[in-house]
């Protein structure tokens, strides 16, 4: 098993910035391509970004490309993710989550790992 702890959720005002962490333990980190993803009040959970194993290639969603940064720490086993110029629709919980292998990564059934998440607010 690969355990996922997330921080640095919190409430900030729009415009503002977060940095979000996620630690794992358990498994070989840089084996996991890492996800983000978020889960708004009533809707369906939807991709943020991904950090392939090696931290060589990063993909977002389109509401997020230019404001979030995924990053990863491969000797500290710890995936982040910079959110700045934040908007009240980023308000969600997010969860960092772990794939080992395929090409799929922007679909939540396809991880195999996931955090309990963190609250983000963004107030207007």
């Known amino acids: 098993q690969l355990q996922l702890v997330e921080s640095g959720g919190g409430l900030v005002q729009a415009g503002g910035s977060l940095r979000l962490a996620c630690a794992a333990s358990?498994?070989?980190?840089?084996?996991?391509?890492m996800g983000w993803f978020r889960q708004a009040s009533g809707k369906e959970r939807e991709f943020v970004a991904v950090?392939?194993?090696?931290?060589?290639?990063?993909y977002y969603a389109d509401s997020v490309k230019g404001r979030f940064t995924i990053s990863r720490d491969n000797a500290e086993n710890t995936v982040y993710l910079q959110m700045n110029s934040l908007k009240p629709e980023d308000t969600a919980v997010y969860y960092c989550?772990?794939?080992?292998?395929?090409?799929?990564?922007?679909?939540?059934?396809?991880?195999?790992?996931w955090g309990q998440g963190t609250q983000v607010t963004v107030s207007s």
């Open positions: 989550a772990a794939k080992q292998s395929g090409f799929d990564y922007y679909t939540s059934a396809a991880y195999n790992f």
């Open positions: 358990g498994r070989t980190f840089s084996n996991f391509h």
């Open positions: 950090i392939t194993y090696s931290g060589g290639s990063t």
